[in-house]
């Protein structure tokens, strides 16, 4: 099912309907992962504040919102790589989209707003299949490293996937034969 969406970049403006979505996003994907605890510490105004730093990155990092009837429903971002160990020049920070709105093509847009062709990479939950699923559709693969990464006051464990070159090039080698 294809749901018509706006992308365009976040605004400062926008800080408050992130922070919502981004406390609903998190509810949605990690209830299964920290205890109701963490969860309750999740609030939309802490959250808006993060967005309204992040608006102001500058020309090195891209956060771009989704939007249906006027509302955000998910976005994405990514810039240069954070790793010592970079294993490329980018990085994926995030994207989250409203679980109503998964296998919309949505997500696939807004990881298509901020990935480029080249080689990248990300962190994710390592018990997080759906996420693993369309990672791995986007040519990623684990690198073998992991960490635990403290989020709201526990860890989380998460796998660090790569992707090395453009997964169109690699399907147009496989192809040509």
Same mark, same amino acid.
């Given at each position: 099912m294809a749901t018509t969406a706006v992308l365009r970049p976040v605004a400062e !403006? $926008? !800080?408050? *309907?992130?922070?919502?979505?981004? !406390?609903?996003?998190?509810?949605?994907? +990690?209830?299964q992962l920290l205890s109701e605890a963490a969860l309750e510490q999740l609030q939309p105004a802490r959250l808006a504040a993060m967005w309204r730093r992040?608006?102001? /990155? @500058? #020309?090195?990092?891209? /956060?771009?919102?989704a939007l249906v009837d006027g509302e955000i429903v998910g976005f994405a971002g990514s810039g240069p790589s954070r790793d010592a160990d970079k294993p490329a020049p980018m990085e994926l920070y995030f994207i989250y989209l409203l679980d109503a709105y998964h296998g919309t093509g949505i997500g696939q847009q807004?990881? $298509?707003?901020?990935? $480029?062709?080249? #080689?990248? +990479?990300?962190?994710?939950?390592?018990?997080? #299949?759906?996420?693993? *699923?369309? +990672?791995?559709?986007? @040519? +990623?693969?684990?690198?073998?490293?992991? /960490?635990?990464q403290e989020?709201?006051?526990? /860890?989380?464990?998460? &796998?660090?996937? &790569?992707? #090395?070159? *453009?997964?169109?090039?690699?399907? *147009?080698? &496989?192809t040509t034969e």
């Open positions: !403006a $926008d !800080a408050d *309907s992130l922070g919502r979505v981004h !406390a609903t996003c998190w509810h949605e994907t +990690y209830d992040f608006s102001a /990155q @500058g #020309p090195n990092h891209r /956060q771009i919102a807004l990881f $298509d707003a901020v990935v $480029d062709e080249g #080689p990248s +990479y990300l962190w994710v939950a390592e018990n997080n #299949p759906r996420a693993h *699923s369309f +990672y791995k559709r986007n @040519g +990623y693969a684990p690198d073998g490293h992991e /960490q635990d989020v709201l006051g526990e /860890q989380l464990h998460e &796998v660090r996937l &790569v992707r #090395p070159r *453009s997964l169109a090039r690699r399907l *147009s080698l &496989v």
